[in-house]
């Protein structure tokens, strides 16, 4: 497990990295209306992609265990092809609905099958648990977009340009991954295949549409109230939080599923559940030392990354918008996992209508009367509700399995790590750029020396061990 997540959380950090510099220089080349339409489209195109196409991504990775007796690809590609002939008629519907020009909705449904057809070969590289595979795929994308953005950006293309590169970085990496996503033997269409498909994953689409809806709703009120400037300064925010936090929890959670499950199909119950405790452990261990960190270097973080028209927004609604993060985490990389193994893809559904509903009450309520503060608070409120509401949930699928001591361990180690960081900050008389550069090495050292001292994730014992190893070699 931990060599696993550990390969995805080398991939995923280059990836975050890169898309924590796309935010920096694109928030100083693009104005905030520029940005809006980035912001916009990529939301609609999440939003298509988790309704026309997450239903096979999510069949897949649940019943794909690696053999040729469950290879679903030639069944998938098939499916993939049929749905992008409707491609026209899901543009019309898609600026319809979310009242935007119909080249918008268009360009949406491009990037909508972009980035499921690499996700589709990203999810078979982690059934086989070909992590190697996986973390290049991942690098190629995130250089690729980042380079091409930069050229379209610089050549005057604005926010479409940004968009642009971003489509071909998807695409170049699709291509390059294919030959070892599609090599042989491969077992063509199958009507029992695409029943299976249908029928698990279905649900889960309906399920994942609530969540992309809820994703995309406080950009869209945002943008109702505020205009496509302030939807653009809130989206740069929210996204600045995203690849800090979201991407170190997704590294995580691509290794919980595919083991759990292979180890449910072969009878190993209490192999899966440690599994799943040392899974919770770990998502924690990482996630919220980020959220507590990140929402105390708001301010420093902001002056120095985003631009002049961004910045305040960032100080005022990055504290906030880290904690939604946190819960969000938990609830898609873990409590999810609860519904995939029990194979009960109607209680997701239930928790995103649940969800999606709040989030909607909470939105028109506190938006037009706080703004962007308004919608960041209305999505911490909304991202507890959804955690809570899954966790109860999880009861009528797999239980989750976690040590209330292993939860203790993180957050008093948090606790030290916050400390420290808040002190760093009080005290520090340089610039915005020392300042975080101080701060943050010191929170990293104080939750370093903490885990250690508490033993988190075994680490003490794991130090003891190599350090008695390394005594007998020299003896």
């Not at 960041?376 to 109860?392: Q, S």
Request: proline share 4%.
């Amino acid at each position: 497990m931990l060599r696993q997540a550990s390969t995805y959380l080398a991939a995923h950090m280059v990836s975050a990295i890169l898309g924590f510099l796309s935010i920096v220089v694109f928030t100083h080349l693009l104005t905030p209306d520029q940005y809006g339409l980035y912001v916009v489209i990529m939301g609609l195109a999440g939003v298509i992609s988790a309704i026309a196409f997450s239903w096979i991504r999510l069949s897949v990775v649940r019943f794909n265990h690696g053999g040729p007796e469950t290879d679903m690809r030639g069944t998938a590609l098939i499916c993939y092809l049929g749905l992008l002939l409707l491609a026209p008629v899901t543009a019309g519907i898609a600026s319809l609905l979310a009242n935007v020009p119909f080249w918008q909705g268009a360009f949406a449904v491009l990037v909508a099958f972009l980035l499921a057809f690499f996700e589709f070969g990203q999810d078979i590289f982690r059934v086989r648990q070909e992590a190697g595979s996986y973390a290049r795929a991942v690098i190629l994308r995130s250089v690729a977009s980042f380079a091409l953005s930069m050229v379209f950006v610089l050549a005057g293309y604005g926010g479409e340009g940004f968009l642009v590169g971003i489509c071909l970085g998807y695409a170049l990496a699709a291509l390059v991954s294919a030959p070892s996503v599609w090599r042989g033997p491969r077992r063509g269409f199958d009507h029992a295949i695409l029943r299976n498909l249908v029928q698990f994953g279905v649900p889960m689409t309906i399920s994942g549409g609530a969540f992309a809806l809820h994703a995309l709703l406080d950009r869209l009120i945002i943008l109702a109230y505020l205009g496509e400037a302030g939807a653009g300064t809130y989206g740069a925010v929210a996204d600045l939080v995203r690849q800090i936090i979201l991407f170190p929890s997704i590294a995580i959670g691509s290794a919980i599923i595919p083991v759990a499950a292979r180890l449910l199909a072969n009878d190993e119950p209490l192999a899966a559940r440690h599994h799943l405790e040392r899974s919770a452990e770990l998502l924690l261990a990482v996630v919220l030392p980020a959220v507590v960190g990140l929402a105390l270097v708001a301010r420093p973080l902001s002056q120095l990354m985003l631009g002049a028209e961004f910045r305040e927004a960032g100080e005022t609604v990055m504290p906030i918008l880290a904690f939604s993060w946190l819960f969000q985490a938990i609830t898609q990389q873990y409590v999810h996992a609860s519904f995939h193994l029990g194979r009960k893809p109607s209680l997701m559904l239930y928790q995103g209508l649940a969800m999606l509903a709040i989030n909607l009450g909470a939105m028109f309520l506190l938006v037009p009367a706080y703004g962007l503060v308004g919608a960041a608070w209305a999505l911490v409120f909304t991202e507890f509700c959804g955690m809570v509401l899954g966790y109860v949930l999880s009861f009528r699928a797999q239980p989750l399995a976690f040590r209330l001591t292993d939860i203790g361990k993180v957050t008093l180690a948090t606790a030290i790590m916050a400390g420290s960081t808040f002190a760093v900050l009080t005290m520090s008389p340089f610039g915005p750029a020392l300042s975080l550069l101080i701060a943050v090495s010191a929170g990293i050292a104080a939750y370093g020396l903490a885990a250690i001292l508490l033993d988190v994730l075994s680490l003490r014992a794991t130090a003891w061990s190599m350090l008695a190893r390394l005594r007998a070699r020299l003896a």
